[in-house]
């Protein structure tokens, strides 16, 4: 079955930008979208993008799409000691109408 | 635009005992889906519910159950408790749209529920 992966933890210092990877199997994904958890919190949505766009970048956050590769990153520029929290990766294929969901990478800011 | 609520926030239950957890989803919104949140397993996926019917299941056991009302709110049943049943419960409402539409879907703050 559909499959999404992503590294468990990413450490970065204050001020540095971060870029947190997933990868998917779904060659049918059509949206992918990047959720942010904070402690105690439900799932964000942050940012979304369309299979077909190659870079979707909203202030801070820049979303790549190698579709090719199957790869998904989101570069957090700038990061601040607000962004620490869990970051989901989540794609959605074109027969389903459910999301794949990767385990979260949590980001630890280093001060 | 009110998000999707979760009721009760937190929720101390003994093993053996059911439980009802509500979610009311955005308004207009009318699929709704549960997952289940550990730190070990992450977020698993319960089920979704569109119009009032089940549509998408995970893989768990029947203990877990569910329905949805005809103004999409839901609500999921745990029935005999277990310990391993402690977990963060996220209720996430989304349009319904075609399948190729953008379909994010919008969470709750969840419910936690502790075992003793």
């Known amino acids: 079955g559909e499959d999404v992966e992503q590294s468990l933890f990413l450490s970065v210092r204050e001020g540095d930008s971060s870029v947190i990877n997933c990868t998917y199997t779904?060659?049918?994904?059509?949206?992918l979208y990047w959720y942010k958890q904070e402690p105690g919190a439900g799932l964000q949505l942050l940012t979304y993008i369309f299979s077909n766009m190659d870079m979707k970048q909203d202030q801070r956050l820049t979303v790549l799409l190698n579709k090719k590769d199957k790869h998904l990153s989101l570069r957090i520029a700038d990061t601040q000691t607000g962004d620490s929290a869990i970051y989901f990766c989540?794609?959605?294929?074109?027969?389903?109408?459910?999301?794949?969901w990767g385990a979260g990478t949590k980001l630890i800011i280093k001060p | 635009k009110a998000g999707v609520t979760q009721t009760p926030r937190y929720l101390i239950k003994t093993r053996g005992q059911q439980v009802t957890l509500s979610c009311s989803p955005i308004?207009?919104?009318?699929?709704v889906s549960w997952y289940q949140q550990t730190p070990g397993q992450g977020l698993q996926f319960l089920f979704e519910?569109?119009?009032?019917?089940?549509?998408n299941k995970g893989n768990f056991p029947g203990r877990f159950s569910g329905r949805q009302f005809s103004n999409s709110r839901s609500e999921m049943n745990v029935s005999t408790l277990e310990l391993g049943d402690s977990a963060l419960y996220l209720c996430a409402s989304s349009l319904e749209g075609g399948l190729t539409s953008n379909q994010p879907q919008h969470f709750g703050d969840g419910t936690r529920l502790s075992i003793l």
């Open positions: 308004s207009g919104h009318r699929s």
């Open positions: 989540a794609e959605r294929g074109d027969s389903n109408y459910q999301l794949i």
């Open positions: 519910y569109f119009s009032e019917t089940q549509r």
């Open positions: 779904d060659s049918s994904s059509t949206y």
